[in-house]
């Protein structure tokens, strides 16, 4: 029963590294490969060794599934990001603290109203208190002007999956491995994406699209769409305009 737990936590054992040595590595590729010919994984997983490898890296180091791993991490921008529920899921079963509470504060109509997490830590007993997260915070920070914020349509539930985030990263680092969650990577991101995007060249920008595509919001895929679509056609403009002079030479 123990070896049956210890594979669905960890298949290289517990704790071992793909990278431990040439063996684990070609063990870990093996099981990589049987993992990225499933139709049921994420489709960033799908044919896609390198990224298995890594989820099933990442899966040993915080002692859970790999098919928990590639469910539960987005990529928003190029940067691997965990949902914010199973953030709270994971505090949660962790082992460390009882399950989180949000404990709010300030009146609703004042900058001053937010929430913060906080639980009891298993081994003392002793109370642990996460950041608070109100509206001054969340004016200050921009994460309300942006387009298509769920802070404006769900504020309660992006205070808590803030607050969350925030106590992760105070209290259990190792579990969160350094990274933010979706929902911080998306009102993280840089103003000028769109202006980005339109200055990459075609294939960038075609590579880029077909990889994020499945997280896309429907504004910025067609915004996407769009750029795709005048770059294709300036291309084409140009290479008519080479191909006419060619001809004129002649």
């Known amino acids: 029963m123990t070896e049956n737990t210890e594979l669905i936590e960890s298949p290289l054992g517990k704790g071992i590294s793909a990278f ?9 590729q093996r099981m990589a490969k049987a993992i990225s010919e499933s139709n ?13 490898l890594v989820a099933m890296e990442m899966a040993n180091r915080i002692g859970i599934s790999p098919i928990m791993v590639m469910q539960n991490l987005d990529i928003i921008q190029g940067k691997p990001s965990w949902r914010s529920s199973f953030i ?5 079963s962790c082992g460390r603290f009882t399950p989180l509470r949000f404990e709010w504060s300030g009146e609703k109509t004042s900058d001053d109203f937010g929430c913060r997490a906080i639980a009891k830590d298993l081994a003392d007993g002793s109370k642990v208190i996460g ?9 200050a920070e921009g994460w309300l002007d942006k387009k ?5 349509t ?15 990263r105070l209290y259990a680092p190792d579990i969160l491995t350094g990274m933010h969650s979706v929902e911080e990577n998306m009102d993280i991101s840089s103003p000028s994406m769109k202006q980005s995007m339109i200055e990459m060249n075609h294939a960038d920008l075609k590579e ?5 595509n499945f997280i896309l919001e429907d504004v910025d895929r067609e915004h996407i769409e769009r750029i795709i679509e005048e770059k294709e056609a ?3 403009d140009k290479a008519m305009k080479v191909l006419k002079s060619k001809i004129e030479k002649r």
């Open 148 to 152: 298509g914020s769920k802070w404006a």
């Open 88 to 92: 709270i899921a994971a505090l949660n």
């Open 20 to 28: 431990t040595n040439v063996k684990a590595f070609v063990d870990a």
């Open 234 to 236: 300036l291309s084409f």
């Open 131 to 139: 950041t608070k997260i109100n509206w001054t915070m969340v004016k």
């Open 40 to 52: 049921i994984v994420p489709q960033n997983y799908q044919h896609n060794i390198p990224n298995c």
């Open 154 to 168: 769900m504020p309660e539930l992006m205070f808590q999956y803030r607050a969350a985030a925030f106590f992760g």
């Open 208 to 212: 880029y699209y077909e990889s994020h």
